[in-house]
T-cell receptor, first 116, second 113 residues
Framework: AQKITQTQPGMFVQEKEAVTLDCTYDTSDPSYGLFWYKQPSSGEMIFLIYQGSYDQQNATEGRYSLNFQKARKSANLVISASQLGDSAMYFCAMRFYTGTASKLTFGTGTRLQVTL | GAVVSQHPSRVICKSGTSVKIECRSLDFQATTMFWYRQFPKKSLMLMATSNEGSKATYEQGVEKDKFLINHASLTLSTLTVTSAHPEDSSFYIC?????????FGQGTRLTVV
């Protein structure tokens, strides 16, 4: 069975510092995608970054980078130079491409608080 | 870019009434729409997958007669919460997959009083 695990229910980081949000996954499928989403208090899901299982390089999008360690089945999100606006819930998700319905399975989320 | 528009964003309804939530794909055709439910401070749980022109696929434990899903066109999927009860109060959000991404609606916060 496919499973996503986020072990940090809450994290604090000082403004301008970097923070790593952990995500591990479990699957026997060779083809999958890993996503990180940000959910502010308004509820919308904001796409941050994507990593495909066959991608050779770690994904980066501005201040976001994904530390993809395939052998360890981890896909940690690194946010550099944290800003107050980064305070939100962060969800790691996995999508499978085998079969007809490639649905997203979400982790339990990490609440990030950026402090002055 | 691709956008999923979800309405209403908030709704308060009386117990026993039905509420319809719409998700429209803008600038692209969504043959599949995923419907999620999120309880406060919890993760998103997949309720069902709607496919244009066919019956929706429900996840285990989700009542089909309670949560009616219709995907009548390539740009519109609807979720109707029938005979709503206070325990149906939750955040509902739709998502349409496209290529490697998934585009989310803005979400609907349902309160049943």
């Amino acid at each position: 069975a496919q499973k996503i695990t986020q072990t940090q229910p809450g994290m604090f980081v000082q403004e301008k510092e970097a923070v790593t949000l952990d995500c591990t996954y479990d699957t026997s499928d060779p083809s999958y995608g890993l996503f990180w989403y940000k959910q502010p208090s308004s509820g919308e899901m904001i796409f941050l970054i994507y990593q495909g299982s066959y991608d050779q390089q770690n994904a980066t999008e501005g201040r976001y980078s994904l530390n993809f360690q395939k052998a360890r089945k981890s896909a940690n999100l690194v946010i550099s130079a944290s800003q107050l606006g980064d305070s939100a819930m962060y969800f790691c998700a996995m999508r499978f491409y085998t079969g007809t319905a490639s649905k997203l399975t979400f982790g339990t989320g990490t609440r990030l608080q950026v402090t002055l | 870019g691709a956008v999923v528009s979800q309405h209403p964003s908030r709704v308060i309804c009386k117990s026993g009434t039905s509420v319809k939530i719409e998700c429209r794909s803008l600038d692209f055709q969504a043959t599949t729409m995923f419907w999620y439910r999120q309880f406060p401070k919890k993760s998103l749980m997949l309720m069902a997958t709607s496919n244009e022109g066919s019956k929706a696929t429900y996840e285990q434990g989700v009542e089909k007669d309670k949560f009616l899903i219709n995907h009548a066109s390539l740009t519109l999927s609807t979720l109707t919460v029938t005979s709503a009860h206070p325990e149906d109060s939750s955040f509902y959000i739709c998502s349409a997959p496209m290529d490697r991404e998934a585009f989310f609606g803005q979400g609907t916060r349902l309160t049943v009083v």
